[in-house]
């Protein structure tokens, strides 16, 4: 497959806890947030996504929070599975400007069996 | 099945040839992107289109140019005056210009050249 992200930071947790991604963000103009995963040698995959006028948003063993005043973004994976093992980015959206999404440099999770 | 098609995953050249990358979606999304991906870093913008005919230079658009004559399609040329092109190629559409509609991704393309 592809060797995306060699050099990411890593995140290793045992099968079954929850996970805890973060993400710093770069500009306090954006209004929309969206998390990634990717897996090795495919495009990234839409996990959930969370706009500015909220603080947080829940999906299936999902949940996304967002602190606009440090310019923050979590992703809460609970029960965490071994194919949640990939690299995860998040991404912003400007509110001005160019309407294309900004990513992070990205954090690979691995799940311990 | 409705989703974004890049042809082809694996793609050799050698320095000095353009070489162009395919992608097409049937999502009748109006926007479509090109990233680059290199180990260690995040995605990369290199062109987007929010319509047909029409385009915008992205973060790192040296040596690389596009078209948009069709909505379903909207191919990269890496051209010879890319200095590093061997990079992992990401295309995405959006329903919009990406306003609080996520990004659907193709599975990519490999470029080496050499």
């Known amino acids: 497959g592809e060797s995306v992200g060699l050099h990411l930071p890593t995140l290793s947790v045992q099968e079954g806890d929850n996970s805890i991604i973060n993400c710093a963000y770069s500009?306090?103009?954006?209004?929309?947030f969206i998390w990634y995963k990717q897996e090795s040698g495919k495009g990234p995959q839409f996990i959930i996504d969370?706009?500015?006028?909220?603080d947080k948003r829940q999906g299936q063993r999902v949940t996304v929070l967002l602190n606009k005043t440090v310019k923050h973004l979590s992703l809460q994976i609970a029960a965490t599975q071994p194919g949640d093992s990939a690299v995860y980015f998040c991404?912003?959206?400007?509110?001005?400007?160019?309407?294309?999404?900004?990513f992070g440099s990205g954090t690979r999770l691995q799940v311990q069996p | 099945d409705g989703g974004i098609t890049q042809s082809p995953k694996y793609l050799f050249r050698k320095e000095g040839q353009n070489v162009t990358l395919s992608c097409e979606q049937n999502l009748n999304h109006d926007a479509m992107y090109w990233y680059r991906q290199d180990p260690g870093q995040g995605l990369r913008l290199i062109y987007y289109?929010?319509?047909?005919?029409?385009?915008q230079k992205g973060d790192i658009a040296e040596g690389y140019s596009v078209s948009r004559e069709k909505k379903e399609s909207f191919p990269l040329t890496v051209t010879s005056a890319q200095k590093n092109p061997t990079a992992f190629y990401l295309c995405?559409?959006?329903?919009?210009?990406?306003?609080?509609?996520?990004?659907?991704f193709g599975n990519g393309t490999r470029l080496t050249v050499t």
């Open positions: 995405a559409s959006s329903l919009r210009d990406g306003s609080n509609s996520p990004l659907h």
């Open positions: 500009n306090s103009a954006s209004d929309y």
């Open positions: 289109s929010q319509i047909v005919n029409d385009f």
């Open positions: 969370i706009r500015s006028n909220m």
């Open positions: 991404a912003e959206l400007m509110d001005t400007g160019r309407r294309a999404l900004t």
